[in-house]
């Protein structure tokens, strides 16, 4: 096509505001990605989490979160045999850095990663005042941060303590299932490391996808499910202490 | 700096998100529920005997409103975007919701109501008045100056209709607050379909004891005798809402330590530590049980004018306590345990921060600030009120 004068006088307003986004970092479009055809969730196997933490240390690296704050974390439980109602649990500094001291001696004891259940019935979209919190079609809770409120009720309301609210920005974060690289085709930072496969991401609205083999086959469940919030992180050989 | 925390919190747990800031908001709108709630006991139910604090309840209603939002403004992480609630509200959430839940009390209600209640007398006083108060009434005029009997009657019947709306529009603004805390499903220290009703009632126990302090106090200041038929009629009201706050508490606390849920031991534990001094100490024995005792008295032995002064105003400072622990309990107490029920944090209060006691200290200073100039701006004291300029008002009825 060949470009005028005038029409090239033309595109500079329009070429001028792309430029504006590119300087202030606009994430890279993702054309090939449809909303509608992902239903975003993931599956945690406890019986392969050797609790080393490295998810951790790669979820705040690739989502720059604040020292102190977790979008992911990893617990160690200890239960002595049948005391399945008081478990000991412990997550220093998240489990950022693993266990490296002995666990109590007897009992069963075990590590359960967590991050945000990106609920298909969300307390903590219900509750948003200006919905800066939402549901995408995809099935990722998401926080619009320019429009966040930080008045905090969306912390409140998860019942699994995902939830902060950024010093930095001072608004509510939490695990975007890394959106930045799902939508591109790539996997979630923590489950990209996983020395032992302990984390799968899973688009349970792809028939190829292996989960649905793998929900077929296991026993799984979701954390709290009397909370009923339609919680889309599944887990493997969970222990009935853990909450 | 180290928060200290025993047992097992969530890692994202350990920092309270609520601080006292949220717990001065259901105390103020509570006070102003309750002030107005009183108010209307004089205009619909035709107590007479409380007449003295009609006016003082319905300014001090609204000097508590006009505060009210403070509160929620500092603590939010974004208060430049806060009137996104309004612009762009999320119909799913009870806290966008209270916002015109807010509005419409404000608006709808209690500004109508003390304007028509006071609309004689802001005619008359700008006519009489001169220089810059002139003007100011000429302005609270909104351009109406027809104080002829028929206006006076509409006045009233208007302001009559206002009232009954008045009282459900207290009940829910109340209400609401503790529908935001109730509808926790999350916390099963605030998630109970009772928590909107004990708050309704903890709303009119606080408002009736703060009416009845400031009218003790603004006589007292005034060198005016203070009309013990109505202050006993205060105080009587006060002991019936009072018994049945507390009884509503009791039944809460009586079905959580029958069912004892999964819950149940966690919040057990954090009652008999970290909650006993405010729980037990200052919200039920100090504020609660001793209060009632002390009014519930006076119903059964005739004591002297002095005496009975000294009582209320003890009692009325001990509900007022009881009350304000009450909301830290709930507000405070809701997020001192782990969700994962396995163990507790500690609330760490700031002094000169944005959330600090400071501020607080501040806001619950400011309905004071603003009443005294709304006091000045429209008296209201029955004695010092202008004589009507044709007739009175229609007679209310007699109690």
Same mark, same amino acid.
């Given at each position: 096509?060949?470009?005028?004068?005038?029409?090239?006088?033309?595109?500079?307003?329009?070429?001028? &505001?792309?430029?504006?986004?590119?300087?202030?970092?606009?994430?890279?479009?993702?054309?090939?990605?449809?909303?509608?055809?992902?239903?975003?969730?993931?599956?945690?196997?406890?019986?392969?989490?050797?609790?080393?933490?490295?998810?951790?240390?790669?979820?705040?690296?690739?989502?720059?979160?604040?020292?102190?704050?977790?979008?992911?974390?990893?617990?160690?439980?200890?239960?002595?045999?049948?005391?399945?109602?008081?478990?000991?649990?412990?997550?220093?500094?998240?489990?950022?850095?693993?266990?490296?001291?002995?666990?109590?001696?007897?009992?069963?004891?075990?590590?359960?990663?967590?991050?945000?259940?990106?609920?298909?019935?969300?307390?903590?979209?219900? &509750?948003?005042?200006?919905?800066?919190?939402?549901?995408?079609?995809?099935?990722?809770?998401?926080?619009?941060?320019?429009?966040?409120?930080?008045?905090?009720?969306?912390?409140?309301?998860?019942?699994?303590?995902?939830?902060?609210?950024?010093?930095?920005?001072?608004?509510?974060?939490?695990?975007?299932?890394?959106?930045?690289?799902?939508?591109?085709?790539?996997?979630?930072?923590?489950?990209?490391?996983?020395?032992?496969?302990?984390?799968?991401?899973?688009?349970?609205?792809?028939?190829?996808?292996?989960?649905?083999?793998?929900?077929?086959?296991?026993?799984?469940? &979701?954390?709290?499910?009397?909370?009923?919030?339609?919680?889309?992180?599944?887990?493997?050989?969970?222990?009935?202490?853990?909450? | 700096?180290?928060?200290?925390?025993?047992?097992?919190?969530?890692?994202?747990?350990?920092?309270?998100?609520w601080s006292i800031l949220i717990v001065l908001y259901p105390f103020i709108t509570g006070l102003v529920a309750g002030a107005f709630i009183?108010?209307?006991?004089?205009?619909?139910?035709?107590?007479?005997?409380?007449?003295?604090?009609?006016?003082?309840?319905?300014?001090t209603a609204?000097a508590f409103l006009l505060v009210a939002p403070l509160p929620l403004q500092l603590h939010?992480?974004?208060?430049?975007?806060?009137?996104?609630?309004?612009?762009?509200?999320?119909?799913?959430?009870?806290?966008?919701?209270f916002?015109?839940?807010y509005?419409?009390?404000?608006?709808?209600?209690?500004?109508?109501?003390?304007?028509?209640?006071?609309?004689?007398?802001?005619?008359?006083?700008?006519?009489?008045?001169?220089?810059?108060?002139?003007?100011?009434?000429?302005?609270?005029?909104?351009?109406?100056?027809?104080?002829?009997?028929?206006?006076?009657?509409?006045?009233?019947?208007?302001?009559?209709?206002?009232?009954?709306?008045?009282?459900?529009?207290a009940?829910?603004l109340h209400g609401y607050v503790g529908?935001i805390f109730?509808?926790?499903?999350?916390?099963?220290?605030w998630?109970?379909?009772?928590m909107p009703?004990v708050f309704v009632f903890s709303a009119m126990v606080s408002g009736i004891a703060a009416v009845?302090l400031i009218?003790?106090?603004?006589?007292?200041?005034?060198?005016?005798?203070?009309?013990?038929?109505?202050?006993?009629?205060?105080?009587?009201?006060?002991?019936?809402?009072f018994?049945?706050d507390?009884?509503?508490e009791?039944?809460?606390?009586?079905?959580?330590?029958?069912?004892? $849920?999964?819950?149940?031991?966690?919040?057990?534990?954090?009652?008999?530590?970290?909650?006993?001094?405010s729980q037990?100490?200052i919200q039920?024995?100090?504020g609660t049980?001793?209060?009632?005792?002390?009014?519930?008295?006076?119903?059964?032995?005739?004591?002297?004018?002095?005496?009975?002064?000294?009582?209320?105003?003890?009692?009325g400072c001990l509900t007022l306590m009881g009350i304000f622990a009450m909301r830290w309990n709930v507000v405070i107490g809701g997020?001192?345990?782990?969700?994962?029920?396995?163990?507790?944090?500690?609330?760490?209060m $700031?002094?000169?921060?944005?959330e600090?006691l400071?501020p607080a200290l501040i806001l619950m200073i400011l309905p004071f600030?603003i009443l005294?100039?709304? &006091?000045?701006?429209?008296?209201?004291?029955?004695?010092?009120?202008?004589?009507?300029?044709?007739?009175?008002?229609?007679?209310?009825?007699?109690?």
């Amino acid at each position: 096509m060949d470009i005028t004068r005038r029409r090239l006088l033309g595109l500079m307003p329009a070429a001028a &505001v792309a430029w504006k986004y590119v300087l202030a970092g606009t994430p890279e479009a993702s054309p090939n990605y449809r909303l509608t055809d992902h239903w975003w969730g993931m599956l945690m196997d406890i019986t392969k989490c050797i609790g080393c933490g490295t998810c951790v240390r790669a979820c705040a690296e690739e989502n720059d979160v604040p020292d102190g704050y977790y979008r992911t974390w990893v617990e160690r439980y200890h239960r002595d045999e049948w005391k399945i109602e008081r478990p000991e649990v412990e997550s220093p500094d998240g489990g950022k850095h693993g266990y490296l001291h002995e666990p109590a001696e007897g009992g069963k004891n075990f590590f359960v990663p967590k991050l945000c259940n990106h609920c298909a019935e969300s307390p903590c979209t219900q &509750v948003c005042p200006v919905g800066a919190t939402f549901d995408a079609p995809d099935g990722v809770v998401l926080i619009d941060k320019k429009y966040c409120l930080g008045c905090r009720y969306c912390i409140q309301a998860c019942p699994y303590g995902c939830r902060f609210l950024n010093p930095k920005t001072n608004t509510a974060e939490k695990c975007t299932l890394c959106y930045h690289r799902i939508t591109k085709g790539l996997t979630t930072a923590c489950c990209e490391v996983c020395p032992t496969g302990a984390r799968q991401l899973a688009d349970l609205k792809n028939p190829k996808d292996p989960i649905h083999e793998f929900l077929r086959t296991h026993s799984v469940q &979701v954390l709290k499910p009397h909370m009923a919030t339609g919680a889309k992180v599944f887990y493997n050989g969970m222990d009935g202490s853990v909450r | 700096m180290q928060i200290p925390v025993e047992g097992f919190m969530y890692p994202n747990e350990v920092e309270l998100q609520w601080s006292i800031l949220i717990v001065l908001y259901p105390f103020i709108t509570g006070l102003v529920a309750g002030a107005f709630i009183l108010a209307s006991l004089e205009r619909v139910f035709q107590v007479q005997a409380v007449k003295p604090t009609y006016r003082l309840a319905l300014l001090t209603a609204l000097a508590f409103l006009l505060v009210a939002p403070l509160p929620l403004q500092l603590h939010l992480g974004h208060p430049e975007r806060s009137l996104e609630m309004y612009l762009t509200p999320h119909s799913s959430s009870a806290m966008a919701m209270f916002g015109f839940v807010y509005l419409w009390y404000l608006m709808a209600v209690l500004l109508l109501e003390i304007w028509l209640d006071y609309r004689r007398d802001i005619v008359v006083m700008s006519q009489k008045e001169k220089g810059w108060k002139r003007l100011v009434y000429r302005v609270l005029t909104l351009g109406s100056s027809n104080i002829s009997a028929r206006a006076l009657h509409i006045d009233e019947r208007l302001g009559y209709f206002i009232t009954l709306i008045g009282i459900p529009s207290a009940f829910l603004l109340h209400g609401y607050v503790g529908f935001i805390f109730g509808s926790v499903k999350a916390n099963p220290w605030w998630s109970s379909p009772l928590m909107p009703i004990v708050f309704v009632f903890s709303a009119m126990v606080s408002g009736i004891a703060a009416v009845m302090l400031i009218y003790m106090f603004s006589s007292r200041l005034r060198g005016r005798e203070i009309d013990m038929r109505c202050l006993d009629t205060i105080a009587r009201y006060l002991l019936y809402t009072f018994i049945i706050d507390f009884s509503l508490e009791m039944l809460d606390l009586l079905q959580r330590i029958y069912e004892a $849920d999964e819950s149940f031991r966690s919040l057990d534990f954090m009652v008999h530590t970290r909650l006993w001094t405010s729980q037990v100490i200052i919200q039920i024995l100090l504020g609660t049980v001793t209060p009632i005792a002390l009014i519930a008295l006076n119903q059964f032995v005739k004591l002297a004018d002095v005496a009975r002064k000294r009582i209320y105003g003890l009692a009325g400072c001990l509900t007022l306590m009881g009350i304000f622990a009450m909301r830290w309990n709930v507000v405070i107490g809701g997020q001192l345990f782990s969700k994962s029920f396995l163990g507790y944090t500690t609330y760490k209060m $700031d002094f000169a921060t944005r959330e600090g006691l400071l501020p607080a200290l501040i806001l619950m200073i400011l309905p004071f600030v603003i009443l005294w100039v709304l &006091v000045k701006l429209l008296p209201p004291w029955l004695e010092s009120s202008p004589a009507p300029a044709i007739s009175a008002a229609p007679a209310r009825g007699i109690n």
